[in-house]
């Protein structure tokens, strides 16, 4: 079994699941993309943008270290490999990143609304709020930007303005976990909006209280990255 085998493994699981269940926009193409960190190393597995996901090995996936060079893999990596690079600089606690087509989130993306704390479970696992990533072009560097500089609310879901969403996590199954969890929130909140009465958000004191409860789980992420690098 090869070096790297079991973490492209996971990777085309959590893709092909997340294709077949709709969430990356359409099922015979390219759309969206996984990546998990490497542990130890300055490197990722990731998807590639060149087959249908139904279609692909695990052979397939590309494993890519942080300066977006190749380590192994025959075939090009997401033109998104360096908005994934991007987050894991930044943030030591992430350890998979989702960036997903799925639909009720994508609405949000296009009336440019983020997405309040509602509900105490997404508060604990995405954060206080879903922020809104101002647009840029699949791929380039300003896209980069916009979603480095929200990247500081070390919040785990990001709607990307025309475009879709960013899920992040500490383990892949968690950021998998992400995805489902904003596209039932989108969802409810979308209909609640046409409902035309107040919406009530979580109350303060307990939005407050889970961002701790979540921050001190980073903390102890972040060092057990570190501790990894550094052996």
């Known amino acids: 079994m090869g070096k790297y085998d079991q973490v492209k493994k996971e990777v085309l699981a959590c893709t092909q699941w997340l294709s077949e269940h709709g969430y990356f926009g359409a099922l015979r193409g390219t759309g969206g993309n996984v990546s998990m960190r490497i542990a130890g190393e300055q490197a990722v597995a990731v998807t590639l943008s060149t087959l249908p996901y139904r279609d692909l090995s695990f052979t ?28 894991y600089r930044n943030r030591l606690d992430v350890n998979a990143v989702v960036h997903t087509h799925q639909v009720k989130a994508s609405v949000l993306s ?19 709020e879903v922020a809104i990533v101002p647009y840029a072009l699949s791929g380039t560097p300003e896209l980069i930007a916009n979603v480095t500089a929200k990247l500081a609310n070390n919040c785990h879901g990001y709607i990307l303005q025309n475009h879709g969403a960013l899920n992040l996590g500490e383990t892949l199954e968690k950021a998998w976990l992400n995805v489902e969890l904003l596209e039932k ?8 909006l046409s409902c035309g009465r107040e919406i009530i958000p979580l109350p303060t004191d307990i939005v407050d209280l889970l961002v701790v409860l979540r921050k001190d789980a980073q903390d102890k992420a972040i060092a057990r990255n570190q501790a990894l690098l550094e052996t």
Not at 63 to 86: N, Y
């Open 110 to 128: 296009l009336i440019d609304t983020p997405l309040p704390a509602l509900y105490d479970e997404v508060a604990l696992h995405i954060g206080n």
């Open 60 to 87: 397939d996936i590309c494993i890519v270290d942080f300066e977006l060079q190749p380590i192994e893999g025959d075939l090009p990596p997401s033109v998104e490999t360096g908005m994934h690079i991007a987050v």
């Open 185 to 192: 929130t989108a969802e409810t909140y979308l209909t609640a």
